[in-house]
């Protein structure tokens, strides 16, 4: 068996009047991201984690934010072509962990239902899917609600 692991880091921009759309659900909150698709900044950087352990480059490289075919395109689309660019080289995840910094809103109790979407869409156990939420204790772009940011790592496999 050969095992990969594989990071991803996403950002986008928060204004006022904008959808905020994480880890698959739309949360309603006064501020959403600014974005080419619909700004899944988890989404984005769970792609770009498992595009990189697969040596597939990376998710502007796969699906870049100067087409129109992803003007506006549900993140988890996305994320099945990029289970489907892996898949296509003979791997399969292992297990994802990641964390989304925002200041706001305040998404403990949210973790649960974005599991369950992302391990759907993933086909997935949910048990391999980690989400946690930090703020930036008030600094930076992130502190002051300027914008919010993603991490994830992700290991695959393949027999």
């Not at 870049?64 to 296509?88: A, C, G, H, V, Y």
């Not at 292992?94 to 391990?119: F, R």
């Amino acid at each position: 068996m050969k095992i990969k692991v594989g990071f991803g880091y996403d950002v986008h921009k928060l204004a006022e009047g904008e959808d905020l759309w994480l880890g698959g659900i739309k949360i309603e909150h006064s501020k959403g991201c600014i974005a080419h698709s619909d700004g899944d900044v988890l989404i984005h950087a769970i792609c770009d984690a498992l595009l990189g352990a697969a040596n597939l480059r990376d998710i502007g490289y796969q699906f870049p934010d100067n087409s129109n075919e992803f003007k506006d395109i549900d993140s988890k689309i996305l994320l099945q072509r990029t289970i489907e660019l892996i898949e296509s080289k003979g791997f399969f995840i292992g297990n994802i962990d990641s964390t989304i910094a925002a200041e706001q809103p305040k998404l403990k109790k949210l973790i649960p239902e974005m599991q369950i979407v992302l391990a759907g869409t993933m086909g997935i156990n949910i048990e391999d899917i980690a989400i946690k939420a930090t703020t930036t204790e008030k600094l930076g772009f992130v502190g002051n609600q300027e914008g919010i940011a993603a991490y994830a790592t992700v290991l695959i496999e393949k027999y």
